[in-house]
């Protein structure tokens, strides 16, 4: 069983900053892909930034410039440094990640989400 748990979430005023973090654990040989979405109140999931194992980078451009995604490949982990964050950001913040399981050269790939963490804006 593979599982992702992010944390880091809160309520911060309008220009403050929030690190997220997201760590995978069970029986993980490998993890490719993985990236944050966020679902603002009454709005659809949306894709925020993702980091390929080998640290390429993607970012919606709402947040260019703000957000900083990274992750330590040795500790299954990703984090997501969010600065300059405007209440428009409030969101419910989801990891994913693309996890591969079982065999070493042969795993079993899955799409993995986490619960989500609340992140608040306000003053």
């Known amino acids: 069983q593979v599982q992702v748990a992010e944390s880091g979430g809160g309520l911060v005023q309008p220009g403050g900053s929030l690190r997220l973090s997201c760590v995978a654990s069970?029986?993980?040989?490998?993890?490719?892909?993985m990236g944050w979405y966020r679902r603002a109140p009454g709005k659809e999931r949306e894709f925020v930034a993702s980091?390929?194992?080998?640290?390429?980078?993607k970012y919606t451009s709402s947040v260019e410039g703000r957000f900083t995604i990274s992750r330590d490949n040795g500790r299954n982990t990703m984090y997501l440094q969010m600065n300059g964050l405007q209440p428009k950001d409030t969101a419910v913040f989801y990891c994913?990640?693309?996890?591969?399981?079982?065999?070493?050269?042969?795993?079993?790939?899955?799409?993995?989400w986490g619960q989500g963490t609340q992140v608040t804006i306000a003053s």
């Open positions: 994913h990640a693309q996890v591969g399981s079982g065999a070493y050269f042969f795993p079993d790939w899955n799409d993995v």
């Open positions: 069970g029986s993980i040989v490998n993890i490719r892909d």
């Open positions: 980091i390929t194992a080998g640290g390429r980078t």
